[in-house]
């Protein structure tokens, strides 16, 4: 016999669960959101969406495929190169590809960002980052109605709204942030919401 990750998982449900450790959030309001505190464990039915660009991402692989093939137009002599080839254009256009294709790496292999909204309580946000190799199946099958068991770490303050996810080194400029944009796989949170550390995600 040999332990899987879906056995162990149900194990330390079943722990958990026996030591009433477990908070099931069958419904959310005020009162019962002010209970919640840091480091216990929630259970929850819940709505989970990736952020914005993380399935473009994370297909954004296929595109360093093309690199190949623009650095052999780029060194074709120019009688075999198509009339409208522009090798300033190819140049730059490798360089976005190459800057797309490392961010689609570091998503491949870096924590995965998204929310959860608990069923019948959209009022209420949960923000996580899922460990990519704990993750089974398609980055894009995590998306839907799930139920999820999760360690509360911190909750958002009332007036002080946070931007989490994002890449590394990946910043707004002046003029980005003074008209509100958003950096990649980023999303702002608003009381009320949380940050949780996900234990894990079935249906």
Same mark, same amino acid.
């Given at each position: ?123 209420? @946000?949960?923000? /996580?980052? #899922?460990? &990519?190799?704990?993750?089974? %199946?398609?980055?894009?099958? +995590?998306? !839907?109605?799930? @139920?999820?068991? /999760?360690? #509360?770490? &911190?909750?958002?303050?009332? %007036?002080?709204?946070?931007? +989490?996810? !994002? ?13 509100? %944009? ?18 894990g995600i079935y249906r």
């Amino acid at each position: 016999m040999r332990q899987t990750a879906g056995s162990r998982f149900n194990r330390l449900h079943a722990l958990l669960d026996a030591s009433g450790s477990i908070q099931p959030l069958e419904a959310l309001d005020d009162d019962i959101w002010d209970q919640i505190g840091r480091n216990e464990v929630v259970e929850v039915e819940a709505v989970l969406n990736l952020l914005p660009g993380v399935l473009e991402m994370s297909q954004a692989t296929s595109l360093s495929g093309l690199l190949p093939v623009i650095n052999m137009m780029k060194d074709l002599p120019d009688e075999f190169r198509p009339d409208d080839f522009n090798p300033e254009d190819a140049e730059q256009m490798s360089a976005q590809i190459s800057t797309i294709d490392s961010f689609a790496q570091h998503l491949g292999s870096g924590p995965i960002p998204c929310t959860f909204v608990p069923a019948g309580s959209s009022r209420y @946000t949960f923000f /996580a980052e #899922l460990a &990519r190799a704990s993750v089974e %199946g398609e980055v894009a099958d +995590l998306e !839907g109605e799930v @139920t999820v068991l /999760a360690r #509360l770490k &911190r909750k958002i303050a009332k %007036g002080k709204p946070e931007t +989490l996810g !994002g890449l590394p080194g990946i910043q707004l400029n002046r003029e980005q942030r003074r008209t509100g %944009g958003a950096a990649p796989l980023t999303t702002q949170l608003r009381y009320p919401a949380a940050v949780a550390t996900v234990i894990g995600i079935y249906r």
